[in-house]
T-cell receptor, first 115, second 112 residues
Framework: DTAVSQTPKYLVTQMGNDKSIKCEQN?????MYWYKQDSKKFLKIMFS???????INETVPNRFSPKSPDKAHLNLHINSLELGDSAVYFC??????????????FGNGTRLTVT | QKEVEQDPGPLSVPEGAIVSLNCTYS??????FMWYRQYSRKGPELLMY????GNKEDGRFTAQVDKSSKYISLFIRDSQPSDSATYLC????????????FGAGTRLFVKA
């Protein structure tokens, strides 16, 4: 059973399009995250939801909009895609927000390529 | 200056070598220190974590934290080709809330 699953695995699209990435976790965790990993492997947090409430919203263009319908799901919608949005997007979850015996569990990523 | 600095490598070693991976950081509030391993086309997975200063050992892996120097290390003994991956250090604090900050990752190649 996959603990944190993301779909799609690969996404190739043209500039200006709108796309969504979906994430689901079956670990019973309260907190979910979106991280962006660029071509140099640098992993940067974008958003975090705790029990469906947005708690972290980093300096991300407002073309990116997360949505959490319930605490097991976190989706990411991206409007008007740009070349610079090309990256791997990772969903993660943790039992509690702060790290106290509560490491991040990552999905396998969605590789987004904007042409 | 980034909050967490990590040499991206790549680091290439022969099988059986001892590997040393390091990170430095600037935020003295960090209390929790982690190492994640990431294989190609996969998500990072937690390898080791420590709280505050000290050492922690798990099999061939040893994590060290020196808070006075703001320096953390991961040692891999008897390295194997299957250890070839990117290793990311990460840290967080109670005051940082829900945020875990990652280093850039070091690519490690272990040659058979």
């Amino acid at each position: 059973d996959t603990a944190v699953s993301q779909t799609p695995k690969y996404l190739v699209t043209q500039m200006g399009n709108d796309k969504s990435i979906k994430c689901e976790q079956n670990l019973g965790h309260d907190t979910m995250y979106w991280y962006k990993q660029d071509s140099k492997k640098f992993l940067k947090i974008m958003f975090s939801y705790n029990n469906k409430e947005l708690i972290i919203n980093e300096t991300v263009p407002n073309r990116f909009s997360p949505k959490s319908p319930d605490k097991a799901h976190l989706n990411l919608h991206i409007n008007s895609l740009e070349l610079g949005d090309s990256a791997v997007y990772f969903c993660a979850s943790s039992l509690e927000g702060t790290f106290y015996n509560s490491p991040l569990h990552f999905g396998n990523g969605t590789r987004l390529t904007v042409t | 200056q980034k909050e967490v600095e990590q040499d991206p490598g790549p680091l290439s070693v022969p099988e059986g070598a001892i590997v040393s991976l390091n990170c430095t950081y600037s935020n003295s509030a960090f209390q929790y220190f982690m190492w994640y391993r990431q294989y190609s086309r996969k998500g990072p997975e937690l390898l080791m974590y420590t709280y505050s200063s000290g050492n922690k050992e798990d099999g061939r892996f040893t994590a060290q934290v020196d808070k006075s120097s703001k320096y953390i290390s991961l040692f891999i003994r008897d390295s194997q080709p299957s250890d070839s991956a990117t290793y990311l250090c990460a840290m967080s604090s109670n005051t940082g809330g829900f945020k875990t900050i990652f280093g850039a990752g070091t690519r490690l190649f272990v040659k058979a």
